[in-house]
């Protein structure tokens, strides 16, 4: 994955730890809204059990960086140029969450915004993560 705010890694490196995976794009009003929450559930006590990580789906990388820029972002983001993990994530419309155990299956799609620090929204992430081990790894 092509760093936009840090350098470039691949996805499979983060196997063995709990990922949330955030789709999102610059123009996007509803990726915007929601961005804040992630920061804050990352850099808070229940953000500390998992590794949150945005994708964009920007044509435009400058748009991107420039949105992240503005927006303070101090989570990993990455984009996505050639579309590839989108469709393995199942991104057909954004902004799409993904949740991923530590041994690389999806456990969860949450399609649409969300406020991601809310006690509903972290009580969801707890809920699908102790549930996991039924779908396909990521690769």
Same mark, same amino acid.
């Given at each position: 994955?092509?760093?936009?705010?840090?350098?470039?890694?691949?996805?499979?490196?983060?196997?063995?730890?709990?990922?949330?995976?955030? %789709?999102?794009?610059?123009?996007?009003?509803?990726?915007?809204?929601?961005?804040?929450?992630?920061?804050?559930?990352?850099?808070?006590?229940?953000?500390?059990?998992?590794?949150?990580?945005?994708?964009?789906?920007?044509?435009?990388?400058?748009?991107?960086?420039?949105?992240?820029?503005?927006?303070?972002?101090? %989570?990993?983001?990455?984009?996505?140029?050639?579309?590839?993990?989108?469709?393995?994530?199942?991104?057909?419309?954004?902004?799409?969450?993904?949740? %991923?155990?530590?041994?690389?299956?999806?456990?969860?799609?949450?399609?649409?915004?969300?406020?991601?620090?809310? %006690?509903?929204?972290?009580?969801?992430?707890?809920?699908?993560?102790?549930?996991?081990?039924?779908?396909?790894?990521?690769?």
């Amino acid at each position: 994955m092509a760093g936009l705010n840090g350098p470039p890694r691949s996805l499979s490196s983060y196997r063995g730890h709990p990922l949330i995976i955030n %789709v999102w794009a610059s123009w996007c009003e509803p990726c915007r809204a929601e961005a804040a929450s992630l920061e804050r559930l990352a850099w808070g006590e229940a953000g500390s059990r998992y590794v949150v990580i945005g994708i964009s789906t920007d044509d435009d990388r400058d748009a991107a960086i420039n949105w992240l820029r503005r927006s303070n972002a101090t %989570v990993s983001h990455y984009i996505d140029s050639r579309l590839t993990l989108e469709h393995m994530l199942g991104a057909s419309s954004i902004p799409l969450t993904v949740l %991923v155990d530590a041994g690389g299956r999806v456990v969860a799609r949450f399609r649409g915004a969300r406020q991601w620090d809310s %006690v509903e929204s972290i009580r969801a992430i707890e809920r699908a993560f102790a549930g996991a081990g039924r779908l396909t790894p990521i690769r």
